[in-house]
């Protein structure tokens, strides 16, 4: 084996159909770069319409595949899914308990399989004290969905009615106390608003943190879009730990999909891989419930019943998420996510605030018109570099609009001079400042070096950043007792024209371009980290520039 891979086990039952049981768990184990063993419990004739039969195998035979391959491997991370019965579940508890004691304990997560998508019984009742009694105890953590818990609580007689967020939350704590280390409780069949997750409350004193991976962050409102707006109807899994006093919401947008085929067995199998990584159990919890909700949102239909997930959604990925119609702009929201705090300096400048409330001194104002209009001058050229160097008329096209757009943004910004009794013969003959001409160095000098998506991201923090700015002081302007002054603000017309409808279609339109690019090149690290250097130098460039106009530099 190669040195520094995590190897892990699977401890389950084979799906004929390969979307679920130990066929899941081994293909998740390869997207997240793992080794993957398994000792097989149970064989099924199972499809994607349900299970047609069982065949249990042989206690002392399960046994003696763990045992063959704890003797040999160092397995970091393990998974148990369907054992069958009392039998086969006490097998694997007893040889699991003996190697920690021997070997020390590595992290068991315990999928508590009962019960399958089309109502098949995949564990006999009397396995579920054995489960509860000698297997939970040793398991770092347990992941049972809602119709598995209700049978886990009823089986130590505890509250089991879970019809709301609240009640999961309940139910977390009921099923810590069966001896796991910490419960993750699936949310797929309970409902939940985000008006829920803002609402609710924890019992017995705990406080609530909620991950909002897959909702858009603060100032990323330009990368809005109806289809990734937010949903009224969210899958919630709730995470509890013991000693630990906060429970953890991971919420996602419901959808709507029949490729939901061993959706349990692809989230264990990747909790385990990331806690075997030694990743803390709450992003491990994050990472798995992202390519869980991945894996079914980029799934192609198979069989004629519930089909399996995408576990190699990404595999050929490299560093970004695929497209979907629940995050358009994968790349987009990962280089602003990733300067959260230096593109916030930039779009909500004091400049910014300033313009909006009105209180901008006109001089300032002024001077940023002026360089403004230099600077356009190199961002159209960069435009033109783009477009020279695409290769179909699509791409051609979309850089040549933008060009056209940038045509009017810079008579916008000679009319404002005329307003304020600036010539043009005085705005095209003032000199540039410091400020403009490295920036505008930087945008042709990169686009000189050949890689059109590198050359994309010197353009895009200015033209998504504007977008930003246009569409903040506008919501803003629409609250009661806003600070921003809207009606009688001497720069209306500026706000007007970043919030409008033809700079907005410019953002979509530069957006298209970006994600296009990069999905039909998906980037290797080392390239990606190259973008993200030049996107937060261009971020910064822009702070720089709101600073000039600002100190008059």
């Known amino acids: 084996m190669v040195r520094g891979v995590t190897a892990v086990l699977t401890i389950a039952g084979s799906d004929s159909s390969g979307g679920a049981g130990i066929q899941a768990d081994l293909k998740t184990f390869s997207a997240f770069q793992c080794y993957g063993t398994s000792v097989v419990t149970a064989l099924t004739a199972q499809n994607t319409t349900g299970v047609q039969a069982i065949h249990g195998v042989p206690p002392d035979f399960v046994v003696q595949q763990i045992q063959s391959v704890l003797d040999d491997i160092d397995i970091r991370g393990i998974k148990t899914g369907m054992l069958f019965d009392s039998a086969n579940t006490k097998a694997v508890a007893s040889t699991l308990k003996e190697h920690f004691e021997s070997n020390g304990r590595v992290p068991l997560v315990c999928d508590p399989v009962c019960v399958s998508t089309s109502g098949h019984v995949l564990l006999q009742p009397e396995a579920i004290s054995t489960m509860v009694d000698e297997l939970f105890p040793l398991a770092q953590l347990i992941t049972p969905n809602k119709q598995e818990a209700k049978l886990l609580l009823k089986a130590r007689s505890l509250r089991s009615d879970i019809t709301s967020l609240h009640d999961m939350l309940v139910a977390v704590q009921n099923l810590l106390t069966l001896g796991p280390e910490a419960v993750l409780l699936k949310g797929g069949h309970v409902n939940v608003s985000i008006d829920d997750i803002k609402s609710v409350t924890a019992p017995d004193g705990a406080s609530v943190e909620v991950n909002y991976d897959f909702f858009l962050g603060e100032n990323m409102e330009v990368l809005q879009t109806a289809k990734a707006s937010v949903a009224e109807d969210l899958v919630v899994d709730v995470l509890c730990q013991r000693d630990v006093k906060t429970i953890m ?305």
């Not at 894996?295 to 998420?321: C, D, M």
């Not at 230096?342 to 409330?357: A, I, M, N």
């Not at 090149?521 to 520039?545: A, Q, T």
């Open 249 to 553: 919401l991971y919420p996602r947008p419901r959808l709507q999909s029949r490729s939901t085929h061993g959706t349990g067995c692809t989230l264990s199998a990747a909790l385990a891989c990331a806690l075997g990584n030694g990743i803390p159990l709450t992003e491990a919890a994050a990472q798995a419930t992202s390519f869980t909700h991945l894996g079914i949102e980029t799934a192609a239909p198979i069989g004629k019943g519930f089909g399996p997930l995408n576990h190699l959604h990404s595999a050929s990925r490299f560093v970004l998420q695929p497209r979907t119609p629940g995050n358009p702009y994968p790349l987009t929201q990962k280089l602003i996510r990733s300067t959260a705090r230096l593109w916030k300096e930039y779009v909500q400048h004091d400049f910014v605030v300033q313009l909006g409330t009105g209180t901008l001194k006109r001089s300032s104002f002024i001077h940023f018109i002026k360089q403004d209009y230099h600077y356009l001058k190199y961002y159209a050229r960069a435009y033109a570099l783009l477009a020279s160097k695409s290769h179909d008329f699509a791409s051609i096209l979309a850089a040549s609009k933008i060009v056209l757009h940038i045509s009017s943004e810079s008579a916008m910004h000679t009319s404002f001079c005329a307003q304020w009794g600036i010539t043009a013969e005085e705005l095209e003959t003032t000199p540039e400042s410091p400020a403009t001409t490295a920036y505008g160095a930087f945008l042709i000098d990169t686009g000189l070096q050949g890689d059109t998506t590198k050359l994309l991201m010197t353009l895009a923090a200015c033209l998504l950043g504007y977008g930003e700015v246009g569409l903040w002081l506008k919501r803003e302007a629409k609250k009661s007792n806003s600070w921003v002054t809207w009606e009688g603000n001497p720069y209306l017309k500026w706000m007007e024209g970043y919030s409008g409808e033809d700079y907005q279609n410019a953002v979509k339109l530069g957006l298209e371009t970006i994600e296009a690019r990069a999905a039909a090149d998906p980037p290797s690290p080392s390239r990606y980290d190259e973008w993200m250097i030049v996107w937060e130098k261009c971020v910064r460039l822009e702070r720089g520039f709101w600073d000039m106009a600002m100190d008059l530099s």
